[in-house]
């Protein structure tokens, strides 16, 4: 009986210490458990703003990011936006080299084969890359500026308008040290140039952030169908016009020699 009563105590006990190590856990695990939790509570969000500047059909996309206050060196870190372009937008890859060349910005087309005098509805969606530089007037903050231009679009039987969405950019940084408050903001790895001047490819870090706006949207005008008769037809007398003009002049001005 004495046995039976001590095997059931022995059983008690090492039930008591197993329900009380899967209460408390290991220090290990303790350990990095409150590591993880203060290192989310030091983090500070990303905030990104994007808008566009200017009037007409030739915009600025201004993009100004935002790290907090959490981050002491960064001057180590470099930051890369990858800008999706919709179809009735265009980037002049020519124009984004004359401002490489006099170090206004840094950006490059992804895309191939592309084509920007075509109109919208036989254009696709592009990507541009965009080396993000250090704000001077914001100890912790980047921006980058991005030229674009309106394509033709068809015309429309009633509203004389159309929207275009340009989305919000993928944000990828690469720091020459390691942070830990970067566990915070990346999320996975994206392979791309390490610098517009060299063919390296690094290993970004694609990062969470949160937008002040939503989707930037812009209003494009456009034409009416019931116009078309009325344009077609002034069209082509303001060509006779100046062609008899010309032929004109040509006639009465001009010296011919046999």
């Known amino acids: 009986m004495a046995v039976r009563v001590a095997a059931v105590r022995a059983v008690a006990w090492l039930l008591l210490g197993a329900a009380t190590g899967l209460t408390r856990g290991s220090p290990a695990v303790l350990g990095a458990a409150r590591s993880d939790a203060g290192t989310r509570a030091m ?3 990303i905030i990104l703003r994007q808008e566009v500047l200017k009037d007409g059909f030739h915009r600025d996309l201004l993009i100004k990011v935002k790290f907090g206050e959490s981050i002491e060196d960064l001057q180590t870190c470099r930051l890369l936006i990858k800008q999706d372009i919709p179809a009735g937008l265009f980037v002049d890859p ?3 080299a004359s401002l490489r060349e ?5 950006a490059v087309m992804v895309s191939e084969n592309f084509d920007i005098e075509a109109p919208n509805y036989l254009s696709k969606e592009s990507e541009v890359l965009i080396y993000a530089r250090q704000d001077s007037q914001c100890v912790d903050c980047f921006q980058a500026f991005l030229p674009v231009h309106y394509r033709y679009h068809r015309p429309h039987s009633h509203d004389g ?3 275009i969405v340009v989305n919000h950019p993928d944000l990828l940084m690469f720091c020459d040290q390691e942070f830990p408050i970067l566990k915070c903001w990346a999320h ?3 392979a791309a140039p390490c ?3 060299n063919e390296d490819i690094c290993q970004w870090n694609k990062m969470k952030y949160k937008s002040v706006y939503k989707n930037v949207t812009l209003q494009v005008p456009v034409g009416l169908t019931i116009h078309t008769s009325l344009v077609c037809s002034v069209t082509l007398f303001v060509t006779i016009l100046c062609s008899t003009l010309i032929l004109v002049a040509v006639f009465k ?4 020699s046999l």
């Open 43 to 45: 983090c500070s969000e």
């Open 94 to 96: 020519y124009e984004l």
């Open 102 to 106: 006099r170090n206004i910005t840094e």
């Open 161 to 163: 308008e159309t929207s």
């Open 188 to 190: 996975s790895k994206v």
């Open 195 to 197: 610098a517009l001047e």
């Open 253 to 256: 001005y001009g010296y011919f």
